[in-house]
T-cell receptor, first 113, second 114 residues
């Protein structure tokens, strides 16, 4: 692993199903984020984590949950997917709260049908 | 919370000409302003950033200016080349609480005409 990696790359999901998007970084960054990208709306923050063991809500948290059991991993869970959650999801990380340069994963394209 | 407006949504310029993208922000406490470039199907990547204690920053053909009083900042690309074609996003954050994440503008699709 080099940098920040997301899995899967793409997924088609039936509405109502549960899905976890995985994100792993090997840069020992303290802060991690989940964004969704929709055409015409840019990147919107879903959830964030300042450091392992803590999480917070972003601009569009409804329908999503996260956990941060360790420094490297920051999974995003959709408990019961709905079509409006069709989007491209980007995980990102930054070194600490004083250095906010964010490095992005390659994205997960999720389609909920 | 922070609100970032970005203009224009699409910008078409002739190769070799300059391109300017403008953003405004609402939170006077914001102190970090990065610009990201996203090529089609790729991840956003940082191209330049500026902090609130600096008015201008330049890196080769790219420059960013910041006007704290007016709460706006701009990206300037000179001598544009075909590889500059991409979507550009501005963002703002209060790095004192930086792990709250960046607030992004909606993006500008820059098209470089040959």
């Amino acid at each position: 692993i080099a940098g920040i990696t997301q899995a899967p790359t793409s997924q088609i999901l039936a509405a109502g199903r549960r899905m976890t998007l995985r994100c792993t970084q090997d840069m020992r960054h303290n802060a991690m984020y989940w964004y969704r990208q929709d055409l015409g709306l840019g990147l919107r923050l879903i959830h964030y984590s300042n450091t392992a063991g803590t999480t917070g809500k972003g601009e569009v948290p409804d329908g999503y949950s996260v956990s941060r059991a360790n420094t490297d991993d920051f999974p995003l869970t959709l408990a019961s997917a709905v079509p409006s959650q069709t989007s491209v999801y980007f995980c990102a990380s930054s070194r600490d709260i004083l250095n906010t340069e964010a490095f992005f994963g390659q994205g997960t394209r999720l389609t909920v049908v | 919370g922070e609100n970032v407006e970005q203009h224009p949504s699409t910008l078409s310029v002739q190769e070799g000409d300059s391109a300017v993208i403008k953003c405004t922000y609402s939170d006077s406490a914001s102190n970090y302003f990065p610009w990201y470039k996203q090529e089609l199907g790729k991840r956003p990547q940082l191209i330049i950033d500026i902090r609130s204690n600096v008015g201008e920053k330049k890196d080769q053909r790219i420059a960013v200016t910041l006007n704290k009083t007016a709460k706006h900042f701009s990206l300037h690309i000179t001598e544009t080349q075909p590889e500059d074609s991409a979507v550009y996003f501005c963002a703002a954050s209060n790095s004192g609480g930086g792990a709250d994440g960046l607030t992004f503008g909606k993006g500008t699709h820059l098209i470089i005409q040959p």
